[in-house]
């Protein structure tokens, strides 16, 4: 899980990665609030990667995930959203998890997609608030094993 003193460290990544910055107030908020659903990836002691999620109206969600440039291809990001779907099931026993993806990120797609389960997709207009549009993505805790890798299905 993360800490307060890992804020500066996440912050720096998310200006690094992503469009959307949140303010120190929300970050903060955010781990008082949602202690369980939000963590740090480390290597050497140096934050290489955050995930914050939260619940509301009685499922999960994803509000910020993102890995350092150098870092990602390793399963950084995967495991993130493991660790979080799993506290989200076993905390708050909500059944399923969403998250925003902008329209055109495919890598990110593909990750959620394959990687972690999320295999409902709809979209989202105008979502972002540079106007973008989002694919908002579902991931049920059902089709995920006990140590929340996706369940394959088997084909007759």
């Not at 909500?94 to 055109?104: A, D, E, G, M, S």
């Not at 890798?149 to 007759?156: D, F, G, R, S, V």
Request: net charge negative.
């Amino acid at each position: 899980r993360f800490q307060i003193s890992d804020i500066p460290e996440m912050q720096q990544i998310n200006l690094e990665c992503l469009q959307e910055n949140y303010s120190l107030r929300y970050w903060q908020s955010h781990i008082l609030q949602w202690p369980e659903t939000s963590y740090v990836a480390t290597i050497d002691n140096k934050v290489v990667g955050y995930i914050m999620g939260k619940v509301e109206d009685n499922h999960g969600h994803i509000t910020s995930v993102a890995v350092k440039s150098i870092y990602r291809g390793l399963g950084i990001a995967s495991n993130l959203l493991r660790q979080v779907h799993i506290s989200m099931r076993d905390c708050y026993k909500v059944k399923y998890c969403t998250l925003h993806v902008r329209y055109f990120n495919d890598a990110a797609q593909h990750l959620y997609e394959i990687s972690t389960g999320y295999l409902e997709k709809e979209l989202d207009i105008g979502y972002f608030a540079d106007g973008e549009d989002a694919w908002k993505m579902t991931c049920r805790f059902e089709n995920l094993d006990e140590f929340g890798i996706p369940i394959k299905k088997q084909t007759e």
